[in-house]
């Protein structure tokens, strides 16, 4: 007997609100993603289309708004939780769409319970809102290695100057969360009117996210500004998000190669049968699970009392996993599919390439760094 | 920085070709390069900079003997290790051209490499190439069903063959449906067709290799497949229905068909082998060049330990693949000692070679991309594109695992795979 693909959550992450909101985003991919992926690379309006829906309609940009200003007004305790159910559907469907909703998020969250957070929530009340995270850059090494934008107090106010790459929506965002060296690390909101952009860049995938090269000239109020460890709690809602993303992705690559392989034979039985086959394809299961027991339990520890920096290092750990297998169960099951995997009408390469993004975008090989400063105590900052 | 080039196995021809070829390369190429995905249908920019290669460099002739008009280089004593030269000066700039490239060579070489020269398919089908015109071929090999069995021939002796070849009169009829061959989508001007002469039954006599006119009645091409990368690289289905063609059109009969399309198989993985390590050398020089400029660290992100570690790992990749690319191609230049470039020695070797390699070349791409970060992903930095370009060919003629079978199959004298 066939074992069905799809893993539930172990039964203390799940909760009525998480499986409400994941059967939405379900019935959202089924009607305005899944008919139309082949084309979405091509057609950028489809991407739109369904990210708008997602975001408005499903209510996902509001998640943590207030109930009074129209939000869901998720409470802390339900986050994680929810956030593991939604982005495993959403990574089923369009980890583009997926990736641009994660920097939302998570640079919400990391406002709560801060004056930004009222800006913020005022913003994603009134309509369709793209938040783009500027990151330190690569560059100068004011923080681990990378460049921070620079900011200066000036009076009540704080000038703000950074050139380089968002990780997302550089192109089309309303607000940039940029990271800049005021008062250690912070991170300050930045309204797009205050952005000189460049020509939008092509990238390998996740299509919905439109970015490209920004330079930054702001003057700011100091309410818009998070200090302390603000950076650190939106990287780890991050880390969640893109964790949770990766494990939907690495399950509909199993879905897309289940489906191939069933209809396939080889040497006169089908292609499954065979043991050199079966051994690839259990490796592509064995990828997606592997990142669900590791997304599962960054959210479980999310839920814990622990300290953040525990809790952010092993994000970082998550992150890196689920990207990891995401991309490991995409190639692995191109490997058996061949041409009919690397073909844009057969699915598969698209969460190849947007698995591939996303991992790139981590940037591992720093990451790697992070993780020996964390648990080995290695001085190299 | 050079990569080891074993000066012994050179020709004075690769030499010269590899130097017109970068030419082409900066000419024709680079500066187009990055346009070349939204180019994959009309090939509007691609097919200029292939007509300059084929037709103004006269590559299109080059296996064809001199006697037709050709180089002879299917009678040189270094064949092997200027075809591997040509796809991987080719790879440097883009391996869907390189693969356009080998693919047309490919089933001539059939019949047009010593010792296997036949002279009177030479004398038909050469002047088609030696016109001022950018002139293709193809191999029509994989089926839908099937998918690479076909090139299991030494298990299957051609049984799961669909497309069918069956004499009338001084005709070969042929019916059946191949699936993505390179230079199809209306590219190809000749195929070589894979075809049995009695379906279902596993003897090497049955195994027919016919060449078919693309212009010809019953010949159906269907639009070009959208991909992950290759652009420059054409795929399509193609039909057909009751295609007649001269008897003499197959290339050398019963038995010998089998034998001589084995040199396909040796070939295909030489370059495969020669493209993408000339696709590693291409993001070595983008890497050298943007890991000079990105800063991590207050200093250059090369001279950073962590990432010079990653670096020197894909130089060591590419230093060892060029060796054994150009190891095995003076092997199959030399049948006198290592065997003919058709026997399951050859091919098992070949299989190796592409299996390493091209798992390299993915994972060069791979981590490169990694190196650079939210760069690695920008289609300005070309490193992106190889990492899509170079994945098919990883996963053609019968992927890692048809490669790891006959690698098994001939050093440990598996029976039973």
């Known amino acids: 007997m066939m074992m069905k693909l799809e893993f539930e959550n172990i039964s203390e992450l799940r909760s009525d609100v998480a499986e409400m909101l994941a059967k939405s985003i379900h019935e959202w991919a089924e009607k305005e993603v899944i008919p139309y992926r082949a084309q979405i690379d091509d057609e950028v309006e489809i991407a739109d289309r369904a990210l708008k829906k997602l975001f408005l309609d499903i209510g996902m940009q509001k998640l943590v708004v207030p109930e009074a200003k129209g939000g869901a007004g998720i409470s802390f305790e339900d986050l994680p939780q929810v956030l593991l159910r939604s982005f495993e559907e959403i990574g089923k469907a369009d980890a583009g769409i997926g990736f641009v909703l994660s920097a939302l998020i998570s640079a919400s969250i990391s406002s709560m319970g801060t004056e930004v957070f009222d800006y913020l929530s005022d913003k994603l009340s009134a309509g369709l809102c793209k938040i783009a995270i500027f990151p330190p850059q690569f560059g100068k090494s004011d923080f681990k290695g990378f460049e921070l934008a620079k900011a200066v107090a000036v009076g009540d106010k704080i000038k703000l100057k950074g050139f380089g790459r968002p990780l997302n929506s550089g192109y089309d965002a309303d607000i940039f969360a940029v990271f800049c060296n005021y008062s250690g690390i912070s991170v300050a909101f930045v309204d797009a009117e205050n952005v000189e952009r460049s020509e939008q860049i092509k990238s390998t995938g996740l299509v919905a996210s439109k970015n490209c090269d920004v330079r930054i000239n702001a003057e700011i109020e100091k309410t818009r500004i998070l200090t302390g460890d603000a950076w650190k709690k939106l990287y780890t809602y991050l880390n969640l998000c893109l964790s949770a993303l990766c494990v939907g992705s690495a399950y509909d690559s199993c879905r897309i190669l289940r489906d191939w392989a069933e209809k396939r034979t080889i040497r006169g039985k089908p292609l499954r049968d065979n043991t050199v086959d079966a051994a690839v394809i259990a490796n592509v299961i064995r990828e997606a699970l592997e990142a669900k027991a590791v997304a599962q339990m960054l959210t479980k520890i999310m839920l814990e009392d622990r300290d953040d920096e525990e809790v952010y290092a092993f994000s970082v750990v998550a992150a890196l996993k689920c990207s990891d297998s995401a991309f490991n169960s995409a190639d692995r099951a191109m490997e058996l599919m061949a041409s009919q995997g690397y073909a844009r009408e057969g699915l598969l390469e698209k969460q190849w390439r947007d698995a591939k993004s996303i991992r790139t975008l981590l940037n591992p090989s720093h990451l790697l760094l992070e993780l020996s400063a964390n648990y080995f105590g290695s001085k190299l900052w | ?417």
Request: net charge negative.
């Open chain 2, 1 to 417: 920085m050079e990569f080891a080039r074993i000066r012994e196995f050179e020709s004075p021809l690769e030499r010269y070709m590899a130097e017109i070829i970068r030419d082409w390369g900066e000419k024709y190429v680079i500066p187009h390069r990055r346009n070349f995905d939204e180019d994959w249908k009309e090939h509007r920019t691609i097919e200029p900079a292939l007509e300059k290669l084929m037709v103004d460099y006269g590559i299109q002739t080059a296996v064809w003997p001199e006697e037709f008009g050709g180089w002879g280089l299917g009678s040189s004593d270094y064949f092997g290790s200027i075809c591997a030269r040509v796809m991987e000066e080719i790879g440097r700039y883009d391996t869907g051209i390189a693969v356009s490239v080998g693919v047309t060579l490919w089933p001539i070489f059939v019949i047009a490499v010593k010792p296997h020269i036949n002279y009177d398919l030479c004398a038909e089908f050469a002047p088609l190439f030696m016109r001022k015109k950018l002139t293709m071929a193809a191999n029509a090999m994989t089926e839908p069903q099937g998918g690479s069995d076909i090139e299991n021939l030494d298990e299957l002796k051609g049984k799961t063959i669909r497309t069918t070849a069956k004499l009338d009169g001084d005709e070969w009829v042929i019916n059946g449906h191949k699936l993505w061959p390179t230079n199809s989508g209306g590219v190809a001007d000749l195929f070589g067709v894979v075809c049995t002469t009695n379906p279902g039954v596993p003897d090497e006599k049955n195994f027919a290799y016919i060449y078919v006119p693309a212009d010809l009645p019953g010949v159906k091409q269907g639009e070009p497949y959208r991909k992950a990368g290759m652009a420059a690289d054409k795929n399509s289905d193609i039909w057909f229905e009751n295609v007649r063609v001269p008897k003499r059109y197959r290339a050398w009969g019963e038995g010998l068909d089998a034998k001589y399309f084995r040199i396909i198989i040796s070939t295909g993985c030489l370059g495969s082998a020669g493209m993408a390590l000339g696709a590693m050398e291409n993001i070595y020089e983008i890497l050298f060049e943007k890991c000079s400029e990105l800063r991590y660290r207050g200093r250059p992100l090369k001279e950073n330990t962590a990432v010079a570690a990653v670096l020197a790992d894909i130089a060591a990749e590419i230093e060892i693949c060029r060796s054994a690319v150009y190891t095995y191609a003076r092997m199959l230049d030399r049948p006198d000692y290592y065997g003919d470039r058709f026997s399951a020695e050859m091919i098992a070797r070949g299989r190796a070679l592409k299996l390493k390699v091209c798992d390299a070349c993915c994972r060069v791409a791979e981590r490169a991309m990694d190196l650079l970060g939210h760069y690695g992903i920008d289609r300005n930095y070309d490193v992106e594109k190889h990492w899509r370009d170079v994945k098919i060919i990883q996963l053609w003629m019968g992927g890692r695992q048809l490669c790891q079978m006959d690698v098994a199959r001939y050093f440990y004298d598996c029976k039973q795979l």
